[in-house]
């Protein structure tokens, strides 16, 4: 097949999911188009069948803000007509499907048919979507996809529960590639980091809000009292120099580790002994999975499609949003005893392993086929 992909080029999880399936849908021989305002981080290896068309909006003194909308928009008819793409596969609702939308308007006035399927991530619902300011349009053009489809049981309910749709969501999970993460030995960096023997702590994150970083800190500092132990927190945001703040005030700085945005995620995963992530809303958790992936068990809240992945006492422990006393005294649990923590490390490997990219990328793959199937069939009725 031919196919588009819109998605967020940065750093985020609809990004990397977008971008990794893009690559494996390319190792299977489908051509893949990313039509994006930046070349996606992860697109960071060279295929013959990937291809990458940049959106340029356009400045103008006019404008206060940039219409991004309408300039992907016409960069999506332009590479559908010229590169004859089968079907386009937008990622996270805001405004990708909206620009799909009008793009497969325009593209139907000139005799090319271009279904597309929209992929819902989680704060393009149960955040931003759900606003006001953007509810009657996002409605809009999820109703009107050719294909819906969601990354948990959650945030379909989600959906339903929250905006007025007619349609059939499918859930497809996201997925890790085990070529990446996988354990791998960096014990010469856990001595240097951990000199003692101390348990590593991390969290992953784009510091925001949602994602009660400052949780994080409180829970570690319980740990702390309990149990020699470093933590790592990765990424940053809007939260981060609060955070620091936060820690000094706890007089654990000493122990905290700011590491920015790293590329190499597998790395520091690969020494760590416990996730950390007690989010106020999560729709599935893609930073949680990959560190169990790499045999990291998890402690988070209970919130969204974290219960999808994360097993309570097999995989790692859920505690309701804001409880980081009882995060604590679970991370305690599992970092006591180093039988314990072995049998949790594994229990988290085996359950990431159900969500090998091998595994869903046939999902996709049939999904598609599915949809320009109907539309193809819907057209002919018309
Ligand atoms: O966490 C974010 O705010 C980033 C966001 C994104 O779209 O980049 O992540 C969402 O999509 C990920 C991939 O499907 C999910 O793993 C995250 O759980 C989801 N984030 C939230 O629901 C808060």
Known sequence: MNIGVVCY????????????????????????????????????????NIFYHEVSALDYPLFQYQPYESALASKI??????????????????????????????????????PFVTTLHGTDIT???????????????????????SVSK??????????????????????????????TNKDHFKTAIAPNGEKILIHVSNFRKVKRVEDVVMMFDLVLKKIPSKLFLVGDGPERSGIEVLCRKLGISEQVRFLGKQDAVEDL???????????????????????????VPV??????GIPEINIQGKTGFLSP???????????IYILED??????????????????????ILPQYEAYYQKVIRYYNDLEFMI
């Not at 190792?27 to 697109?43: A, M, N, S």
């Not at 955040?127 to 819906?148: A, F, M, Q, R």
């Not at 995963?269 to 045999?295: H, K, N, Q």
């Open 9 to 48: 080029p940065t750093y985020g999880g609809s990004g990397v999911i977008a971008t990794e399936l893009g690559k494996a849908l390319a190792r299977k021989g489908h051509k893949v188009h990313f039509i994006t305002y930046q070349e996606p981080v992860r697109l960071d290896s060279f295929n013959e």
């Open 77 to 114: 008819v332009d590479v559908a007509r010229y590169e004859k793409l089968d079907i386009l596969h937008v990622h996270y609702a805001i405004p990708h499907a909206s620009s799909a939308l009008i793009a497969r308007s325009i593209l139907k006035e000139r005799g090319y048919n271009l």
């Open 127 to 149: 955040l931003v979507g759900k606003d006001p300011g953007y509810k009657p349009v996002v409605e809009y053009s999820i109703n009107h996809s050719d294909g819906i489809t």
């Open 154 to 183: 959650s945030l379909k309910d989600d959906t339903y529960n929250n905006f007025g749709i007619t349609r059939e969501i499918e859930v497809i999970p996201n997925f890790i590639d085990f070529s990446r993460f996988k354990k």
């Open 269 to 295: 995963l690969a020494i760590s002994d416990l996730f950390i992530l007690p989010s106020e809303t999560e729709s599935f958790g893609l930073a949680a999975l990959e560190a169990m992936a790499v045999e």
């Open 299 to 304: 402690i988070s809240s209970n919130a969204g």
């Open 321 to 331: 949003v804001g409880d980081y006393e009882d995060m604590a005294k679970n991370a």
């Open 338 to 359: 180093e039988a314990r923590l072995k049998q949790f490390k594994k229990n988290a490997y085996a359950q990431a392993k159900t969500f090998n990219i091998d595994n």
